[in-house]
């Protein structure tokens, strides 16, 4: 049994070789300089932009968990996303391997964030997300035409002790550390659902491991409390021992700082996911495994604790 985990260096990667340690089998690490986590990791060097890299990575693999991050940039997603799973989706197939892909919930859009479940359609209201919808699309037309086993496990935004490319870290975590006041988009006072990657993670070694989760949509363990942006910084803070302090970062000055701050300018389309209630609802998740997410409050207290032991 290999269990290969392509994209493996991010957040979500580390915690997944983490979590699938508990299931028989070997672990393969892919990615363009892994690095172990496990002792016994099997590290795999492979450049996942080149196609014949991705058949290599895949072959004499039983279950591909995809957990790739590519570059938050528009152009880069609709060049690089749609050709990338159309290729892992026929390595799989080649290969007879189980594909397990780590998504977000960009091509659910509009008002439709303010409850999402596994029936939300797919209604993409930002560019990125129109990509995202797109690969979806391609799973489940691939799962559709027996092409391949396969399954998608959705998350909200989320944060731990790695903090690359976590909303959470950058805007509320950085700046609580330097003694600044913490930051927020569009509006403070919204629900906004986020998850916790080692939890993430978790879920997605379990239904990978699960035979009858496969062809299905699965939103990942999160704990139901609905926190608003405010109660999410009161909880950093608390934690940190710092005051609860936040400014909101308006989008006109957003817009400013993408001239000079690249992936800024990939901010404000997103907005919908802030001046609204977002809240993800992994209930299915829950019934099927009879589980309970770890609370928000301490999974907090957990990554400001791996912090801490860090430094």
């Not at 790739?68 to 799973?85: E, L, R």
């Not at 992994?282 to 791996?306: C, G, H, L």
């Amino acid at each position: 049994m290999t269990h290969t985990i392509l994209g493996a260096g991010g957040a979500i990667g580390i915690e997944l070789a983490h979590s699938l340690k508990q299931y028989p089998g070997t672990i393969r690490l892919v990615s363009r300089t892994p690095e172990a986590v496990n002792n016994d990791d099997e590290l795999f060097t492979a450049d996942l932009s080149r196609r014949d890299e991705v058949f290599r990575a895949v072959e004499g693999s039983n279950t591909v968990y995809v957990t790739i991050g590519f570059q938050y940039n528009t152009s880069v997603w609709q060049q690089t996303w749609p050709p990338f799973i159309q290729q892992v989706i026929e390595a799989c197939s080649l290969y007879k391997a189980k594909l397990v892909f780590f998504d977000n919930v960009y091509a659910v859009g509009g008002d439709y964030v303010s409850h999402i479940t596994e029936e939300s359609p797919i209604s993409p209201t930002s560019r990125k997300g129109v990509v995202r919808a797109e690969v979806d699309r391609l799973i489940l037309k691939a799962i559709e035409d027996q092409r391949v086993e396969a399954l998608i496990a959705r998350a909200p935004d989320f944060f731990s002790a790695v903090k690359q490319n976590s909303m959470a870290m950058i805007l509320i975590y950085d700046n609580l550390l330097k003694g600044k006041k913490a930051q927020w988009l569009c509006d403070a006072h919204k629900i906004h659902s986020m998850g916790y990657a080692p939890e993430l993670a978790k879920g997605m070694a379990m239904l990978g491991n699960t035979p009858d989760a496969y062809n299905q949509i699965w939103n990942l363990p999160t704990d139901a409390e609905t926190l608003t942006g405010a109660q999410w910084i009161q909880l950093f803070a608390k934690e940190m021992q710092k005051p609860e302090k936040y400014q909101i970062l308006p989008t006109w000055l957003i817009k400013v700082l993408g001239i000079f701050i690249p992936v800024m300018r990939e901010i404000p389309e997103m907005n919908y996911q802030f001046d609204r209630d977002y809240f993800f609802d992994s209930t299915k998740f829950n019934k099927r495994f009879n589980y309970t997410p770890i609370s928000n409050a301490e999974a907090v207290k957990q990554t400001i604790a791996a912090l801490k032991t860090s430094v």
